[in-house]
C-alpha cells in the first residue's frame, strides 16, 4: 500500500508523490520563543518527527527545515516586561525548546532557521511583493493587499467576504482594505528594528516563514506542517505571498495538527491549566508522554488527563517488559533470515492442536504488515500503536508457556525484537537505555499475585487483610484503585 495524506488544501486523502523522487522537502512551523513550549505545542513538534521517521523508514530522504521565530510582538512585550533584552530572552527560551525537544526525543530539524538571520531575505520577498502589486507601503509600515490574490482562502475555506466582516472590527487606517494584514512594521520606542528601504523596522510573523522555506527548500516543498491554529491566518498569508511571487504551488501536502485538550477543556493561562512540556516531564517519562500523544490520530482531537497518562505509563511499561523478557531470553541480535522452520513448527502447533494459533513468525510478518497499512493511512500513529501491543501480548502469551513446541524459538524472538525494535524506534515508545532489567521483571507477575490474594480476600470479606495490603502497597508508593472491572495499580 502506498503512503497517503490527508491535504488540509484539498480536504481529501492524496496519495503521497514528492516532486523529487526518493527525497521529500518539509517544513514545520517552529515556536515562537517567548516562553517554554507548552504539551499542545509538543503534539505538532511530534508529529512533524514521527512523520520524518517514517518517511525515512520508506526508504527518503528527508530534509526537515523548522524555524524558530525570534521576533515577536510577544517576545518584545514580555522583554519588555522583564526589563531584557529582546534578543536575550529570545535565546534563552531557544536553549529551552532545543532542550525540551531533545529530552521528548524529538530529533533536531536539519536547519533551524532564526527570523532574525534572515532579515535580507524577508526584505527581498517583501521589495519583490511590492514591485508586482501585491504589498503597498503605508507610513513606514508595508501590507500585503489581499484582495490581490486570487487564491486567498483557499487552505481555509473562507472567501474574501467572510473575511471582510471579521477583519472590520480591528480599524487601522493606514490599510487600504481591513483585511490586508502587515509584512514589515515601522519601528515603535522600545522595539527592535532593522534598517529597510522603507526607513527603520521589523518583520511582520507571516513573512518569515515564507523566506525561510524558500531559502532553505526552494520555491515549491512537498509538506509543510504545523498546527490547525495556524492554518488560519498564518498558512494562508504565507501561501498568498509565496505563491504571489514564485507563481508556482508553495506547498504540495498541507498536514495539520489537532487541538490538545486539558481535562476535557480547552487549555490555557486564564483556565490555569497550562502545562509546560518540562513540567510534564517532571512526572513522566519521554516515552510515556510520547505513547500518550500518539495514542490518538494526529488529527483528532486528544485529551490530556491523568488517567489516559496512567494508562499510557503502564502501556510502555509493558513493552518494556516485553522487551527484556525477550532479551533474556534470546540475544537481540539474530539474524531474522534464519528462519528455515515456520513451516514445520506451524504443522507442529496445528498438530498439538493447542491454544496458539499462528507460529510467532506469523504474528510478526502480521504486526509489521498492520504496522505499515496503519502509517501509510495518513500516519495513523493509534492503530500502529495497536499492532505493536497485538504483537507484545502474543509474546507475552508465548513466553508463558513451558511445553517445547509452544515456545518460541531463539529464531522467532530474534524477529519479534526486531520488528518491535524497528517500529518502537519509529514512535519514540521504547528506550533501549532505560529497558527494565533484571529483577525489575518480576513486579509485574509479582503485583498480578498480590492483587489476586487481595481480590480473595475482599471475596470472603476480610476487609482487614485486604486494607492491610492496600496500606503497606501505599507506603511502596504503590497506589491501588479499585473498580468494577477490577483493581489496577499505579506507582507514584
Ligand atoms: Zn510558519
Not at 532542550?99 to 536547519?111: H, K, M, Q, T
Not at 494562508?236 to 486539558?262: C, D, M
Not at 476487609?463 to 495490603?469: G, M, N, R, V
Amino acid at each position: 500500500m502506498s503512503l497517503k495524506i490527508y491535504n488540509s488544501l484539498s480536504q481529501q486523502l492524496e496519495d503521497f508523490v514528492p516532486i523529487k523522487k526518493d527525497h521529500v522537502t518539509m517544513y514545520s512551523c517552529g515556536p515562537t520563543v517567548y516562553d517554554y513550549f507548552h504539551i499542545g505545542n509538543a503534539r505538532t513538534f511530534l508529529v512533524s518527527d514521527i512523520i520524518r521517521r517514517y518517511l525515512e523508514y520508506k526508504g527518503y530522504r528527508v530534509r526537515l527545515v523548522q524555524n524558530l521565530t525570534d521576533i515577536d510582538d510577544k517576545i518584545i512585550h514580555r522583554a519588555n516586561e522583564q526589563g531584557v533584552d529582546a534578543a536575550q530572552l529570545a535565546q534563552q527560551y531557544i536553549d529551552g525548546y532545543f532542550a525540551d525537544s531533545e529530552e521528548l526525543g524529538i530529533r533536531p530539524a536539519d536547519v533551524h532557521p532564526c527570523a532574525t538571520d534572515h532579515i535580507t531575505e524577508i526584505i527581498d520577498l517583501i521589495r519583490n511583493l511590492i514591485q508586482k502589486g501585491y504589498a503597498y507601503e503605508s507610513e513606514g509600515d508595508i501590507y500585503y493587499r489581499v484582495t490581490r490574490f486570487e487564491g486567498y482562502g483557499k487552505l481555509s475555506n473562507r472567501n474574501l467576504e467572510d473575511l471582510l466582516a471579521g477583519a472590520r472590527v480591528e480599524i487601522n487606517h493606514r490599510k487600504e482594505d481591513p483585511r490586508d494584514f502587515d509584512l514589515w512594521k515601522a519601528v515603535k520606542p522600545d522595539e527592535p528594528w532593522w534598517d529597510s528601504p522603507w526607513g527603520k523596522g521589523r518583520p511582520g510573523w507571516h513573512i518569515e516563514c515564507s523566506a525561510m522555506a524558500i531559502k532553505h527548500l526552494g520555491e515549491t516543498i512537498d509538506i509543510h506542517a504545523g498546527g490547525q491554529d495556524l492554518q488560519f491566518p498564518h498558512h494562508e498569508n504565507e501561501i498568498a505571498q509565496s505563491e504571489a511571487v514564485t507563481g508556482k504551488p508553495f506547498a504540495r501536502y498541507w498536514v495539520h495538527t489537532a487541538f490538545l485538550q486539558v481535562n476535557g477543556g480547552r487549555m490555557g493561562k486564564s483556565e490555569g491549566n497550562f502545562i509546560f512540556i518540562r513540567d510534564a516531564l517532571k512526572e513522566y517519562t519521554p516515552e510515556t508522554i510520547r505513547h500518550f500523544l500518539l495514542s490518538a490520530h494526529y488529527r483528532h482531537p486528544l485529551n490530556y488527563n491523568q488517567h489516559s497518562l496512567a494508562e499510557s505509563r503502564s502501556a510502555v511499561r509493558r513493552l518494556q517488559n516485553c522487551i527484556s523478557r525477550i532479551q533474556q531470553y534470546s540475544p537481540p541480535d539474530v539474524d531474522p533470515r534464519l528462519v528455515t522452520s515456520t513451516q514445520s513448527k506451524a504443522e507442529l502447533i496445528r498438530e498439538n492442536n493447542q491454544l496458539v494459533d499462528s507460529t510467532l513468525t506469523e504474528t510478526v510478518d502480521q504486526m509489521r504488515t498492520s504496522f505499515e497499512s496503519a502509517m501509510d493511512d495518513d500516519f495513523n500513529t493509534a492503530s500502529a500503536m495497536g499492532a505493536v501491543y497485538t504483537l507484545v501480548g502474543q509474546v507475552n502469551r508465548r513466553l508463558q508457556h513451558s511445553n517445547q513446541v509452544e515456545r518460541p524459538t531463539e529464531v522467532e524472538l530474534g524477529q519479534a525484537y526486531q520488528a518491535l525494535a524497528t517500529t518502537c524506534q519509529i514512535l519514540g515508545i521504547y528506550n533501549h537505555d532505560k529497558s527494565v532489567a533484571g529483577d525489575d521483571l518480576l513486579v509485574e507477575p509479582l503485583m498480578n499475585l498480590i492483587l489476586e490474594l487481595r481480590q480473595s480476600a475482599r471475596q470472603r470479606k476480610d476487609w482487614e487483610t485486604a486494607d492491610q495490603i492496600r496500606n503497606q502497597l501505599a507506603e511502596l508508593s504503590i497506589e491501588l484503585k479499585d473498580s468494577k472491572s477490577g483493581t489496577t495499580w499505579q506507582q507514584q
